[in-house]
């Protein structure tokens, strides 16, 4: 079993920076790829980004490619999110994942652990 806890969301404006970190519980962290996904208001969940076991392949959806940095640490059980030049359209509970298979922009469904979310809200 996989516990995940995301934090770090909150009430920003457009251009601001945010940092999500998602902290997972389990021996096993370091053989999960690990992603994020969000949800904006009446929207389905999407994918944000992605990364392998290693950190050496990484995905990230086009709406956020060159804002947004997925990373972890193996050490420290932690996967992050660094989201700069934020836009109110990236408002959305972002949701952190654990797969035990490659996470890959066409995957949001069948994923093995998901966090409860946190918020973001970005005002114009």
């Known amino acids: 079993q996989v516990q995940l806890v995301e934090s770090g969301g909150g009430l920003v404006q457009a251009g601001d920076s945010l940092r999500l970190s998602c902290a997972a519980s389990g021996r096993t962290f370091r053989s999960y790829a690990m992603g994020w996904f969000r949800q904006a208001p009446g929207k389905v969940r999407i994918f944000v980004a992605a990364?392998?076991?290693?950190?050496?392949?990484?995905y990230y959806a086009d709406s956020v490619q060159g804002r947004f940095t997925i990373s972890r640490d193996n050490a420290m059980n932690t996967v992050y999110l660094r989201m700069n030049s934020l836009k109110p359209e990236d408002t959305a509970v972002y949701y952190c994942?654990?797969?035990?298979?490659?996470?890959?922009?066409?995957?949001?469904?069948?994923?093995?652990?998901w966090g409860k979310g946190t918020l973001v809200t970005v005002s114009s």
């Open positions: 994942a654990a797969d035990a298979s490659p996470l890959t922009p066409s995957r949001t469904t069948g994923i093995d652990y």
């Open positions: 990364i392998n076991w290693s950190g050496n392949v990484i």
